[in-house]
């Protein structure tokens, strides 16, 4: 496949795309929130890299499923690193400006890995947040959930107010399955068939996150990739724009509307 990598051109053909599209997808993980602030980093963990926990346990198994049945104190101290570290994160350009995309292309849907919402308040509607979010919290007997704008408060590991059981944070852990009803609404909007897939700031390790893009180069569908390094769809997408998330959807804001990128563009 030829590859258009970051250009004017490339900018003004993935502009001319998007202007056109009616159903696009776009993908996202860690790197989109950098410019927000929060590190890329590898799987929910990411903060910790290779590091072992201070109870001497891989960050995995810190946050896998098994350890918080059989120890809530270990996994919930982790993820309240996390929810701690994006508490004061809120939405960059790049989330801003999807949102404002879906507002003038009712068909746009995002497909995100992340956990920090940052989509969400920035207004993204068409949502699939394929790993949950650190915000929601779920009873783990009874049907109580609740929304919870940070942890600050809590006492960890939590109890439901209903019932006085274990909650847990809505994420998916280690070892877990992916959530049936965000699967579900993938596979509808994979139905409808995208008439364009952007993958941003994600290395696309996951099958399912690299699917769509795979599904595109398959079917003659613009597959674009904003990225400033290579992924495990580099290979695949038919144009390639080699910068931070932010930066690109600005420049591709400004070639389909007169007024300034950023804040200022219906965000």
């Given amino acids: 496949m030829n590859i258009s990598i970051s250009s004017e051109a490339t900018l003004d053909e993935v502009a001319s795309l998007l202007g056109r599209a009616r159903r696009p997808l776009f993908i996202t993980g860690a790197g989109i929130s950098a410019d927000s602030g929060l ?38 101290r982790y993820i309240s690193q996390i929810e701690n570290n994006c508490r004061h994160a809120g939405p960059n350009a790049a989330h801003r400006l999807i949102a404002a995309f879906e507002r003038e292309i009712p068909g746009l849907w995002v497909l995100t890995q992340n956990i920090d919402s940052l989509h969400r308040k920035a207004g993204s509607k068409n949502l699939i947040e394929i790993h949950g979010t650190v915000h929601r919290l779920l009873c783990t007997v009874c049907d109580d959930e609740r929304e919870v704008p940070d942890y600050e408060g809590l006492t960890l590991p939590p109890t439901c107010s209903k019932c006085g059981r274990p909650v847990r944070p809505d994420v998916v852990l280690f070892g877990e399955m992916l959530p049936r009803q965000a699967l579900g609404q993938l596979a509808r909007v994979m139905d409808e068939k995208p008439d364009m ?69 219906r965000a």
């Fill in 39 to 76: 590190p890329t980093y590898r799987g929910i963990g990411g903060l910790y890299n290779d590091r072992v926990t201070e109870e001497g346990f891989p960050i995995e198994v810190a946050l896998s499923g098994n350890m918080l049945t059989s120890r809530p104190d270990v996994t919930w």
């Fill in 197 to 265: 897939v952007v993958s941003i700031g994600t290395t696309s390790v996951f099958p399912y996150i690299a699917h769509p893009v795979w599904w595109a180069s398959q079917n003659g569908v613009a597959a674009v990739e904003i990225n400033p390094g290579n992924t495990e769809v580099s290979e695949m997408v038919s144009h390639r724009l080699k910068m931070g998330a932010a930066q690109a959807m600005e420049a591709l804001w400004d070639r389909l509307h007169t007024q300034p990128a950023g804040t200022n563009a």
